[in-house]
């Protein structure tokens, strides 16, 4: 069963953050520190969902998701962005760019895990549900 | 054993016994003169022979005969005591029964013996046989007696046992030389075939006989030493006489040398008579053997042949009947040289064929024969059926197909009447052979021999092959005859028809085929072709191109196309070709065809092809003339045709002799009322219209026709109705040269007439208006020029420069313009467009797009760039318009503004914007920036010291998880006042943007109330929502919305220790009212106002247990103004307060 996740994010401690709760739900976490790498990631792991950080350097979060979502392979797999939710329009964009739903930063540790299942395709997230 | 040859029954058994009883004693009694005492022995016993002889051909009945007269001859022998030395009688009887019996068995054993091992042949038939009869039958057998015999004479006392060895040795060779003798003799006789008894032979025998009687005189009775004579003599009757021959000369030579012998006379001399008499028989054994042997072999040799003679013989027959048959034309004559072949070369007496009639008496009607005389058969009336009559051979074999032979008609002569006559010619044995086909028989093949038992199984098959093969023969022939007869007929009719066909009177038939590559080919073609085309018809069949070369080349196509068609439809063929025949004559050929479908699916054309050319020389002729018919006819009518045109014919004093039809119905007269009237009153009036005088005019014309060959006045109709006619006036002479008549022909042209006195009217019309227009012209020209100075005022005084053009000139320009652009008054004008652009780029640039725009008859507006007359550039407003959008370039007339000034304030302004919109921008993007920075270290801390106290992270001792708290409580509001920081500066910048989009408000409702109910739990408060139903959707920005919800929940819980926080929402004229009341501490009046500011807290006691950022309500505010809505608070210190927000359902455009 399938219970990978993409984190694609170039902070390192959100990074740490974000693994340190997703694994400690039972989730394999890769993680990739820029858009290129995390679509290599991407096709190479087929990950379950993929946790896009908007701000990014080189390829920006909605340029990665749009490529994401060209793959056809990776369609199932959920885009969550997880951001730190600044302009309006933003919200849009991202949405509009492919992803499924987004978490704002700061995230909140107790809950993040949760809202994370809930993107995820319903059978993965009731294994895993809290 | 059914010897053929021995016939049993012919005698009586008891005769027979009793003969060979007889023959026996006296031959026994004979011999008993030469015996040896003591006792009966003898070297000479012919009787052995004969007992040997008889039962061989008897059977063992003979037996009994052997034994009486063995019996007989001793017994009286020894009873007659004169010679015998024994005395009693009974020994006597006894001695002689056994000496019988020991005959007997002797004759019996060789009997058997022989006729064991010649199974079915004649004991003398062949050499093998000859060797047995001699071997086994005379030494073998012949020795069963001696040895009974002689020792019943010792038994009997009558010879000592010292003479048996002689004594059996006499008694030995005299049966065997007895049998040697006599045995074959009788045989010979008895089996001897029926002798082709010519004379020649008689003589040949009587010469043998003599010869032989002779030498046996000189020999045995003379002592003459030639015994070798005798061997010719042997050999002669062996070779020439056979069996019979050789063994009567035998018995001839043995009976005369023995009684020589017995006289003492012969060669063979010894000691005593007996020693000479042994010496004898054993040159007689010898001889005769010899001679039996031979004779045996020539049997054998002469059988041979004559099988093999017979065999040919009928082979030969079989081969010329077969020839026959092959050759036979006619049925009759076939069976009677069958007949005859079959008895000349087949060798048999007669031979006769019969069908089998089916008429009522069945009979069988001889229809060839040889051998008989004519109507000997017919006489005859062989019957068939089952019945008395038909109960012979030739009835048997008709009802059951099967042959039969009959081998000696003597025994039965009267069994069949055929054979009874037969008989009579010589016939002895007959063989009746069906003639069946297809399990029917036609008839029968008689055929009898002059011998007996002359039809052998291999002879009978043969002639069965060849009764089959007649028969085949005869069926062919009938076959074939019913052929030929068909092939006659057919024939004939063959002939008939071409006969038919080639004599036809110019034409010939033919039948011709389409081949699958196109070409045509002639399957048959009667002689007349030869006369219509020149060819023959073998070279055309062979070679339809001939034919088909002499059609001229023109009409090729068509007949292609018309064969296509008949071959494609299957319809008849029909054309008339026109063919050059090889002596050069063209003629016309009329083919007729009609297509079938052959049986092999080709198409075949039956045809006849005539000669029409006679015919259509005459229907040319005929042609020509109709065409010369239907070309006067057509001159005539053409002539009728010109009377589209009046003729009319009047003699010189004015009267009418003809007017044509077109003219009487032109004028309205008939030919009776005009004829014989004077022209004028009829056909013209007194007067023309204009008042010419016609009746003058008239007498003029009839005066001198040739003046007024064209002449052109006016008629009238009938009616008075006036009408213009141009005539032609022409004179008709008499043979004299006098005026006989006049020939007048007219056409109408009184519409002509009448066009002209239109135009000549409109001419006057028009002539009057010139004048009128005239003066108007001269009346517009002052009032234009006054125009014109009014204009000119205009557009010197004008505060724009004012330019007209015309084909992209100045043609006048006002003075402000001048001052524009930098040039002298008057400079302008005249000059071309281009001296206002800048480069000559823009110039063609400009013309093109100008001129069109022009064209669309719009005001051109447009901002362009134009140089003074010293170079440098400035920036007007031009107005252009064309006076004629047709025609632009005729004219068109222009404004300009000089901008010059307006676009610099314009691109101050617009640098300001632009400086204005960058700072924005940078204000952006600070605030995009500054939210993301300030919120990422947050997410560490919150995130981290989340972790830490969920333990995830390892287990905390309750100090560490009291300050671990602290730390997170104090990082949760440090974010809450950033975002709300964020908030605000967005706000206040005017970087606020909300989002508008449709969602339903209950939802976000309940799911603030879920988020706040663990805290009002925590706290003990309830809450209660309150939504009504026809709350649904919103168009606003969600997020902010919910934000705003929770920001008002939150405080409402805040401030409320204990009761309720109640939440409630309905729709009153398309706006939502939210409520938020709580059962808090309330507010004081003097609060309210402040509520709204940011940074502003309620200052009590209680302040500290509030968490708050203080900007929470007045960013509620701008957001809910924002929105388009409201917020109010209405409040009781110490009892609750309420906060009511409005918001629109959909916000309005201002938003």
């Known amino acids: ?130 | 054993m059914n010897n053929p040859d021995i016939k049993p029954g012919s005698f009586s058994s008891s005769i027979a016994i009793l003969a060979v009883a007889v023959a026996y004693a006296v031959l026994a009694k004979a011999s008993f003169l030469l015996t040896i005492p003591p006792g009966n022995i003898t070297p000479i016993f012919p009787a052995a022979g004969l007992a040997l002889a008889a039962v061989v051909i008897l059977g063992p009945k003979a037996l009994m005969g052997v034994w009486i007269g063995s019996f007989l001859a001793n017994t009286l022998f020894f009873l007659d005591g004169s010679t015998s030395p024994v005395q009693s009688g009974p020994i006597n009887v006894l001695i002689g029964a056994l000496i019988g019996v020991g005959a007997a068995l002797g004759a019996a054993a060789g009997a058997f013996f022989i006729r064991r091992f010649c199974k079915d042949e004649h004991p003398l038939q062949s050499g093998k046989n000859v060797l047995l009869l001699i071997v086994v039958g005379a030494f073998g057998c012949g020795m069963i007696s001696p040895t009974f015999g002689v020792l019943s004479l010792i038994w009997g006392g009558i010879l000592p046992w010292e003479r048996f060895g002689y004594s059996w040795v006499t008694w030995w060779v005299g049966d065997a030389v007895g049998t040697l003798v006599v045995a074959p003799l009788v045989l010979a006789w008895q089996h001897r075939h029926a002798f082709r008894t010519h004379l020649w032979s008689r003589a040949e025998a009587v010469v043998l006989g003599s010869a032989t009687l002779l030498a046996c005189f000189f020999i045995f009775f003379r002592n003459i030493p030639c015994g070798y004579g005798l061997l010719p003599l042997i050999l002669w009757a062996a070779f020439r006489f056979g069996m019979c021959g050789a063994s009567t000369i035998g018995a001839i030579i043995a009976l005369l040398a023995t009684i020589g012998a017995s006289r003492g006379s012969s060669p063979f001399v010894g000691a005593t008579t007996n020693q000479s008499l042994l010496f004898l028989n054993s040159f007689l054994g010898v001889t005769i053997t010899s001679a039996l042997f031979m004779a045996g072999m020539m049997e054998e040799r002469k059988q041979a042949a004559e099988r093999m003679f017979k065999l040919n013989r009928s082979l030969r027959a079989i081969s010329e009947c077969n020839q026959a048959l092959i050759h036979a034309s006619d049925e009759m004559a076939l069976l009677n040289r069958i007949c005859r072949l079959v008895t000349e070369i087949g060798g048999y007496r007669l031979a006769w064929v019969g069908f089998a009639e089916h008429d009522e008496h069945k009979s069988v009607k001889p229809v060839a024969q040889a051998g008989f005389e004519d109507g000997c058969l017919e006489a005859l009336q062989t019957t068939w059926a089952d019945t008395g009559r038909g109960q012979g051979p030739i009835g048997a074999t008709i009802r059951t197909g099967q042959p039969r032979v009959v081998h000696d008609i003597s025994a039965n002569p009267d069994g069949a009447p055929g054979s009874a006559e037969a008989f009579k010619r010589g016939a002895v044995s007959s063989l009746v052979l069906p003639l069946k086909t297809a399990g029917r028989v036609l008839g029968v093949l008689n055929i009898y021999s002059e011998k007996s038992d002359d039809f052998d199984p291999e002879e009978t098959n043969l002639l069965i092959a060849l009764a089959d093969d007649l028969t085949y023969g005869v069926v062919a022939l009938r076959t074939r005859g019913q052929q030929g007869q068909a092939e006659t007929a057919l024939r004939e009719s063959e002939e008939r028809l071409r006969l038919l066909g080639d004599n036809l009177p110019d034409s010939y038939v033919y039948q011709c085929t389409q081949e699958a590559n196109g070409t045509s080919r002639f399957l048959c073609l009667s002689a007349g072709v030869e006369k219509l085309h020149g060819l023959k018809v073998d070279d055309v069949l062979r070679d339809a191109t001939l034919l088909r070369s002499q059609i001229a080349p023109d009409l090729l196509p068509a007949l292609q196309a018309a064969e296509a068609a008949s071959l494609s439809n299957l319809t008849d063929f029909t054309m008339e070709l026109r063919m050059q025949s090889a002596d050069g004559q063209w003629r016309w050929i009329q083919v007729c065809s009609r297509p079938r479908r052959s049986s092999a699916g080709q198409v075949v054309w039956d045809g006849v092809a005539t000669d029409i050319t006679a015919r259509k020389q005459a229907d040319e002729a005929r042609q020509a003339m109709e065409q010369r018919l239907a070309e006067s006819e057509r001159e005539y009518r053409e002539l009728v045709m010109l009377a589209n045109s009046i003729i009319l014919r009047w003699a010189p004093d004015g009267r009418i002799t003809f007017l044509n039809e077109f003219g009487q119905r032109f004028f309205g007269y008939t030919a009776e009322e005009i004829c014989g009237r004077h022209i004028v009153g009829a056909l013209v009036p007194e007067n023309e219209t204009d008042g010419r005088d016609l009746r003058s005019l008239i007498q003029k014309i009839s005066d001198d026709p040739q003046k007024f060959e064209r002449n052109i006045n006016e008629n009238m109709r009938r009616t008075g109705e006036r009408v213009w006619i141009d005539w032609t006036n022409k004179v008709v002479a008499d043979a004299e040269g006098q005026i006989k008549e006049i020939l007048s022909i007219g056409s109408d042209i009184t519409e002509r007439k009448q066009a002209e006195e239109q135009v000549r009217r409109l001419n006057q019309d028009l002539r009057r208006h010139a004048e009128t227009l005239e003066q108007r012209v001269a009346e517009r020209t002052s009032e234009l020029a006054a125009i014109n100075d009014e204009q000119r005022a205009i557009f010197e005084s004008a505060g724009t420069g004012i330019v007209l053009l015309r084909n992209r000139v100045i043609v006048r320009s006002n003075r402000k313009l001048e001052e524009i652009a930098g040039y002298e008054p008057g400079e302008l004008a005249g000059k071309s467009t281009r001296i206002w652009y800048p480069d000559e780029a823009s110039f063609q640039a400009g013309r093109e797009m100008v001129y069109a725009r022009l064209a669309t008859g719009e005001t051109l507006r447009r901002e362009q760039q134009m140089a003074r007359k010293d170079g440098t550039l400035y920036w007007v407003r031009l107005s252009l318009r064309a006076f004629d959008p047709n025609d632009p370039l005729k004219g068109a007339v222009g404004i300009v503004e000089d901008i010059t000034d307006e676009r610099e304030a314009a691109e101050n302004l617009r640098q300001a914007l632009e400086a204005a919109q960058a700072a924005d921008r940078i204000k952006s993007a600070f605030l995009a920036t500054m939210s993301h920075e300030l919120r990422t270290p947050l997410n560490s801390i919150i995130g981290f010291t989340g972790i830490l106290i969920q333990g995830l992270a390892g287990p905390l001792n309750p100090e560490q998880h009291k300050q671990m708290s602290m730390v997170q409580k104090s990082s949760r509001h440090l974010l809450a006042l950033i975002n709300d920081v964020l908030d605000i500066s967005k706000i206040e910048a005017g970087q606020l943007n909300l989002a508008r989009a449709p969602f339903e408000l209950t939802p976000s409702i309940e799911k603030m109330v879920k988020l706040i109910t663990p805290l009002a739990e925590q706290k003990g408060i309830g809450v209660e929502m309150d939504i009504a139903p026809e709350v649904g959707a919103i168009v606003s920005d969600q997020r902010r919305l919910e934000q705003v919800i929770m920001n008002l929940l939150g405080n409402a819980i805040k401030f409320t220790e204990k009761g309720r926080v109640r939440v409630a929402c309905r729709l009153e004229n398309d706006h939502y009212l939210l409520s938020f009341a709580d059962t808090g501490i309330g507010m004081k009046p003097e609060e309210i106002p402040g509520l709204f500011q940011p940074f502003h807290q309620i200052d009590s006691g209680l302040t500290r247990k509030h968490e708050g950022t203080g900007l929470g309500l007045s960013i509620c505010k701008k957001i809910i103004d924002l929105m388009g809505g409201s917020i109010d608070v209405a409040s009781q210190w110490g009892q609750g307060s309420v906060f009511t927000v409005r918001l629109p359902r959909q916000p309005g455009e201002t938003v």
């Open chain 1, 1 to 130: 069963m399938n219970n990978r996740l993409l984190i694609i994010e170039d902070n390192e401690q959100n990074m740490y953050l974000m693994r340190f709760l997703l694994e400690k739900s039972g989730f394999t976490v890769i993680g990739a520190e820029n858009g290129k790498k995390g679509i290599e990631m991407a096709l190479q792991c087929k990950p379950l969902a993929i946790l896009l950080d908007i701000q990014l350097p080189e390829m920006n979060g909605y340029e990665v998701a749009a490529e994401l979502k060209k793959h056809r392979d990776l369609d199932e797999a959920p885009i969550i962005a997880v951001t730190s939710y600044a302009m309006v329009g933003d919200r849009e964009q991202i949405l509009a760019a492919g992803a499924t739903g987004y978490i704002e930063k700061p995230i909140n540790p107790e809950t993040f895990v949760a809202e994370i299942i809930e993107y995820l395709p319903i059978k993965q997230g009731a294994d895993h549900a809290a």
